[in-house]
Antibody
């Protein structure tokens, strides 16, 4: 069955960067686009961007342009999302999700805490 | 920027029908998707392409569209349906967007 497993929680200081991994299994890695969505405490879902594992192309939300980078390691079927210049407002649970139509396959989420 | 508007909250008694709306300028040109999220859990896809239901999603969940406002309907609401519900679509540039979410309370 399809599984999406993310890396563990992170604590970062303001100004630092964080890199979250998302490992896909149970399907051909290139079959589904992978999206990143975040959720601040008590808030709604916020779309950050998508990654095409087949071509390596990306499409980022305007809000995160210049601060987010999505990459892949095809040998391990893993996609990475790096967010730089972290601020306290970036404290959130970050999800990756595989899209087969909608966002069908979600990871368990990675809590990123930004605190001095 | 493109926005999707949902009511913040909806309340319904068990066995009744809950209706959650989502409005946005991109409708009806773009499909609508609906997700359910329970506390501490990742969202779950309920409806895709306006009205299609993934396998494993109960028939009591249905979506209507296209139209300038799309709707998620939950028939015969059960206590376990208490959750946050989000609509999602895309703009013409390919950027996806979520509605603000609707908290469904089962009285």
């Amino acid at each position: 069955q399809v599984q999406v497993v993310q890396s563990g929680a992170e604590v970062k200081k303001p100004g630092a960067s964080v890199k979250v991994s998302c490992k896909a299994s149970g399907y051909t890695f290139t079959s589904y686009y992978l999206h990143w969505v975040r959720q601040a405490p008590g808030q709604g879902l916020e779309w950050m961007g998508l990654f095409n594992p087949g071509t390596g192309t990306t499409h980022y939300a305007q809000k995160f342009q210049g601060r987010v980078t999505m990459t892949r390691d095809t040998s391990t079927s893993t996609v990475y999302m790096e967010l730089s210049s972290l601020k306290s407002e970036d404290t959130a649970v970050y999800y990756c999700a595989g899209a087969d139509g909608g966002l069908d396959y979600w990871g368990q989420g990675t809590l990123v805490t930004v605190s001095s | 920027s493109y926005e999707l508007t949902q009511p913040p909250s909806v309340s319904v008694s068990p066995g009744q029908t809950a209706t959650i709306t989502c409005s946005g300028d991109a409708f009806p040109n773009q499909y609508a998707y609906w997700y359910q999220q329970k506390p501490g859990q990742a969202p779950v896809l309920l409806i895709y392409k306006d009205s299609e239901r993934p396998s494993g999603i109960p028939e009591r969940f249905s979506g209507s569209g296209p139209g300038t406002t799309v709707t998620l309907t939950i028939s015969g609401v059960q206590a376990e349906d208490e959750a946050d519900y989000y609509c999602q679509s895309a703009d013409n540039s390919g950027s996806w967007v979520f509605g603000g979410g609707t908290k469904l309370t089962v009285l």
